[in-house]
């Protein structure tokens, strides 16, 4: 090899004469640079190809994982929606029940003056990966949030107001008698009659109800007894006070089973039919007072 140039010697066999090639330095240099750039502009090539694909994968994956949440995001708003008109419903039932409960005056001024009104635009991280439609989706689904917070308030003290009265009005309903104290035959009613004993017109203040001695007397409905014994032309007589005004009577009673002080439930016996006191047979005589004045107990009987 001189100074300048490499030999290049090819031997093909034993048989064929050697042959010399003479190559400048500087070709041979070329060429290691050239193969060398080559080399590692496809190792640069190879390594970019691996890298694009991956991030293609990548890609498609953020683009399915983004598609999935697009559809929850829109089912989401779909819920909001039905959310929101099951609080319709809800407004349009506390109100029947308001009319039903003669509580229709009764409104909060929130109802009357509605509730609403612009909110600042809220901040969303996400606001520059989201699309126009899903920014607008979940802007209105803050606002309309902010919205059902308010009218799930009201609503709770609504009802609230409701369960509160229709608890007393079970109470009253509880209290108020409404079924037969027994059952048997009525000789007399409520009004005016002829007495049995002297022919003259008089007042009888309750119904008489004939049936065989010894059947139980029940509770037409909650309540105290406060009196339980002996009163002149009743023989032993049951008074039952219900509350909010309301006592009934039981008179002629056999025998008295409930006693003073004690509390009675509709359905309880109270006593049993007797002939006791004044009386041409037996019978109970039943009475119902309100606030103290007698009124006809037929229409407090829906049995």
């Known amino acids: 090899m001189s100074k300048k140039k490499f030999t290049i010697m090819i031997l093909p066999d034993e048989t064929t004469r050697v042959?010399?090639?003479?190559v400048p330095r500087t070709m041979v240099r070329g060429f290691l640079v050239v193969l060398a750039v080559v080399v590692?502009?496809?190792?640069y090539l190879v390594t970019d190809y691996y890298g694009v694909k991956k991030m293609v994968s990548e890609l498609e994956k953020l683009r399915l994982e983004a598609r999935q949440q697009q559809q929850q995001l829109v089912t989401f708003a779909k819920s909001f929606d039905d959310l929101q008109g099951e609080m319709a419903r809800l407004r349009q039932f506390d109100m029947k029940l308001r009319v039903m409960a003669d509580l229709d005056g009764v409104v909060y001024p929130e109802q009357i003056m509605?509730?609403?009104?612009?909110?600042?635009?809220?901040?969303?991280?996400?606001?520059?990966?989201?699309?126009?439609?899903?920014?607008?989706?979940?802007?209105?689904?803050?606002?309309g949030l902010d919205r059902l917070k308010t009218e799930v308030s009201i609503q709770e003290r609504?009802?609230?107001?409701?369960?509160?009265?229709?608890?007393?009005?079970?109470?009253?309903?509880?209290?108020?008698?409404?079924?037969?104290?027994?059952?048997?035959?009525?000789?007399?009613?409520?009004?005016?009659?002829s007495s049995p004993f002297t022919g003259r017109r008089e007042m009888h203040k309750g119904l008489d109800i004939a049936t065989r001695s010894g059947t139980p007397i029940i509770a037409?409905?909650?309540?105290?007894?406060?009196?339980?014994?002996?009163?002149?032309?009743?023989?032993?007589?049951?008074?039952?006070?219900?509350?909010y005004g309301i006592t009934t009577r039981y008179g002629h009673c056999s025998s008295l089973e409930a006693k003073l002080g004690q509390k009675v439930k509709r359905g309880d016996v109270i006593a049993r039919v007797g002939n006791t006191g004044r009386s041409t047979g037996p019978h109970v005589h039943y009475e119902v007072a309100v606030n103290s004045v007698s009124v006809n107990p037929s229409r407090y009987i829906l049995n």
């Open 19 to 22: 042959r010399k090639y003479r």
């Open 40 to 43: 590692i502009g496809l190792g």
């Open 114 to 143: 509605g509730v609403g009104g612009e909110n600042p635009e809220p901040f969303n991280p996400l606001e520059g990966e989201l699309s126009f439609q899903d920014q607008g989706i979940i802007n209105n689904m803050t606002k």
């Open 158 to 193: 609504s009802f609230q107001e409701l369960v509160e009265y229709l608890e007393d009005q079970k109470s009253l309903l509880a209290s108020t008698p409404s079924i037969w104290p027994v059952k048997g035959w009525l000789t007399s009613t409520f009004g005016y009659r």
């Open 220 to 243: 037409p409905a909650d309540g105290l007894v406060v009196f339980a014994g002996r009163e002149g032309g009743f023989g032993n007589m049951i008074i039952i006070d219900h509350g």
